[in-house]
C-alpha cells in the first residue's frame, strides 16, 4: 500500500504553478524531494499537510482518499516544517499538554524520553533555544504519536553537520519499522543521499523525475570529454553539461551514450546541479 | 478543540490574567470609593471603570490570530488531526468564557456594593447585567470573523463599530429614550428574551461565517 498518492496535484499562485504533479511513496520507503529554491517542494508539503488548498488533483494517504474526516489520518501523519511553529513562550510540558489533546496515540514518556536523548532541557522556553534544538523538539514531536508517516520539510536546514548526522541517524531508527515512510524535502543532497530509496527532482513546479535513487544510478553517469565528443552526443543523452577551457563534463543517460565512452559514475547532488544548470547552457549555446 | 483550546489559554494565559486583575481592581475601587462615602446613584448598576477591559474582549479573538500568524501556529494547526472549524471555535469560546469570568467578577463587586449600602439586590440589577453581556457579545459576533480575514480587517471592523456605537449611544443618552422608561425597557422579560435570541443566532451565524472564512484559506 501507498503511504501517499499524489495525482495531477496542481497550485496555482501569481507567477508560480505546481503543475500536475503525480507521484507515489511506498510504504516502508523513505523519499527524498530536491529542487531549487521556489522549485515547489514546499507547496507539496504544506498541500498533503492541508495547510493550503489545492486547485485540482488528488492526494490520497494510506490508500484512503479525501473525504470529510481527512483531519482523522493527520493522527497517523508527523510532520516537521522549516521552523518549530510554535509560541516561543512555551516549555515542553505545554507542548506535551497541547499535543496530547491533539494526538489519539500521544505518548508523553516517548516524548519526554526523546527530549531526553536529544538533550533537550525540559523547563526551557522555545525563545531560549537554538534553532537545532528547535528542530530536535519538531522531531521528537513528530516521533511522539505513533505516526506511520513523517513529512519533513527542510528539517536539517541551518543545522550543524553533527546535528544534521542525529537527525538522520534518528529517521534511519524511524524507518526500521516496515510500516513507516518518510518524505522529507531538503537542500542538503547529501542528506538525501543516504537517507532515501526514492528521489524525486523537481524545476519551476514541475515534477522532472522521480525514481528509486538506484535506478537513478544506473541510468545517469557522467562523463569527461571535449566540448566536440560533447557536441556529437545526441541532444537528448545529455541532462545538463558544464565546459570550460580544460574541457565538459556532462551527466548523460547511459543507454543513449554510444558505446566505447568511458562513464563514471555520478551522485544525487551533481545530478541535481546538473539539471538545474541543463537548460541554462543550452541557452548560453543558442547565443 | 481542547488542543486548540489549551494552545490559545497558553498563549494569553498572561494577559487573560492582567485583564482580570485591572478588572478587579477597578471594580475594588468602585467598591472603595463607597466605603469613602460615595453615594449609590440611582441608575448606575456598575461601575463605569469596570467596562473599559471588557472593550478588550472583542479585539481578543483579532490578538490571538495575530499572535498565531506572527508564531506559525496557523500553519502548525492544520498540520495536526484537528478541524479548522476546532481552531475558529476555540477563539469563540476562549472570548465567550472570558465575558463570562469578567461578567461574573462585575455582578460580584455589584452585589457586595449593594449589601454594604443595604441596598436592595433585585432582578433589575441581574438584568441590567444580562443585557451588558449580550450586547457585549454582539460586538463580538461582529467583529470576530473579520479577524479570519485578517488583522487590519477586524482593527477596521473594531473601529467602525466602535464609532457606530459611540455616536448612537450618544444620540441614545440625549433623547428622550433614555429616561426611566427607556431603561425599564431592558428590565422586561420579554426585551430580556428577544435580546438573547438575538445574541445566541447573530452569535451562531458569526461563527458560522468565520468557519466558512476559515474553511478555504491558504495558510
Known amino acids: ?287 | 478543540m481542547k488542543s486548540m483550546i489549551k494552545n490559545d489559554f497558553f498563549t494569553f494565559k498572561k494577559f487573560l490574567l492582567i485583564l482580570t486583575v485591572v478588572s478587579v481592581i477597578l471594580n475594588f475601587k468602585w467598591v472603595i470609593d463607597f466605603c469613602f462615602g460615595a453615594e449609590l446613584p440611582g441608575n448606575d448598576f456598575i461601575s463605569d471603570f469596570a467596562l473599559y477591559p471588557m472593550m478588550y474582549l472583542p479585539v481578543l479573538p483579532t490578538l490571538l490570530c495575530t499572535v498565531d500568524m506572527r508564531t506559525g501556529w496557523k500553519q502548525f494547526g492544520a498540520a495536526m488531526p484537528v478541524k479548522r472549524s476546532d481552531y475558529v471555535g476555540s477563539k469563540y469560546l476562549l472570548t465567550l468564557i472570558a465575558g463570562l469570568i469578567m461578567i461574573c467578577m462585575i455582578t460580584v463587586c455589584g452585589v457586595i456594593s449593594r449589601l454594604l449600602f443595604h441596598s436592595a439586590i433585585d432582578a433589575e440589577y441581574f438584568y441590567f447585567i444580562a443585557a451588558l453581556f449580550m450586547v457585549l457579545n454582539l460586538f463580538c459576533a461582529f467583529v470576530t470573523p473579520f479577524c479570519f480575514i485578517g488583522r487590519t480587517a477586524a482593527i477596521a471592523a473594531y473601529m467602525i463599530l466602535l464609532v457606530v456605537i459611540g455616536s448612537s449611544a450618544t444620540v441614545f443618552l440625549d433623547s428622550s429614550l433614555f429616561d426611566k422608561q427607556g431603561l425599564e425597557l431592558i428590565f422586561d422579560i420579554r426585551t430580556q428574551l428577544i435580546l438573547f435570541v438575538c445574541t445566541a443566532v447573530l452569535y451562531a451565524l458569526s461563527w458560522l461565517i468565520s468557519v466558512r472564512i476559515y474553511q478555504n484559506k491558504d495558510l
Not at chain 1, 534518528?170 to 542528506?191: A, G, K, Q
Not at chain 1, 532515501?196 to 569527461?224: P, S, T
Open chain 1, 1 to 287: 500500500m501507498n503511504a501517499v498518492e499524489v495525482k495531477n496535484l496542481t497550485k496555482y499562485y501569481r507567477g508560480f504553478t505546481l503543475d500536475h504533479i503525480s507521484f507515489s511513496l511506498p510504504g516502508g520507503c523513505i523519499m527524498g524531494l530536491i529542487g531549487e529554491n521556489g522549485a515547489g517542494k514546499s507547496t507539496i508539503i504544506k498541500l498533503l499537510l492541508g495547510i493550503i488548498r489545492k486547485d485540482e488533483g488528488s492526494i490520497s494517504l494510506f490508500g484512503r482518499g479525501e473525504s470529510g474526516r481527512q483531519h482523522l489520518l493527520k493522527d497517523e501523519v508527523g510532520f516537521v516544517l522549516d521552523e518549530l511553529k510554535l509560541n516561543c513562550e512555551f516549555r515542553a510540558k505545554n507542548i506535551n499538554n497541547i499535543m496530547s489533546s491533539a494526538y489519539r496515540h500521544w505518548n508523553s514518556e516517548t516524548f519526554y524520553g526523546l527530549l531526553d536523548k536529544m538533550n533537550i532541557p525540559v523547563s526551557k522556553r522555545i525563545k531560549a533555544m537554538s534553532r537545532g534544538m528547535k528542530m530536535k523538539v519538531g522531531i521528537a514531536i513528530a516521533m511522539s504519536h505513533n505516526a506511520k508517516l513523517l513529512i519533513l520539510d527542510e528539517a536539517t536546514g541551518g543545522l550543524d553537520p553533527v546535528v544534521r548526522d542525529e537527525v538522520v541517524d534518528m529517521l534511519y531508527e524511524f524507518t526500521r519499522d516496515e510500516e513507516h515512510s518518510v518524505l522529507i524535502s531538503s537542500h542538503i543532497v547529501s542528506d538525501l543521499e543516504k537517507l532515501c530509496d526514492y528521489i524525486a527532482f523537481l524545476h519551476h513546479g514541475k515534477l522532472v523525475l522521480c525514481e528509486e535513487k538506484d535506478r537513478l544510478m544506473e541510468q545517469y553517469g557522467m562523463i569527461h570529454c571535449t566540448e566536440k565528443q560533447l557536441s556529437e552526443l545526441d541532444c537528448s543523452a545529455v541532462i545538463g553539461k558544464k565546459s570550460n577551457q580544460y574541457g565538459a563534463e556532462a551527466i548523460v543517460r547511459r543507454d543513449a551514450v554510444p558505446k566505447g565512452l568511458d562513464i563514471g559514475p555520478t551522485d544525487i547532488e551533481k545530478l541535481f546541479v546538473f539539471m538545474n544548470r541543463g537548460n541554462h547552457n543550452e541557452e548560453y549555446d543558442k547565443k
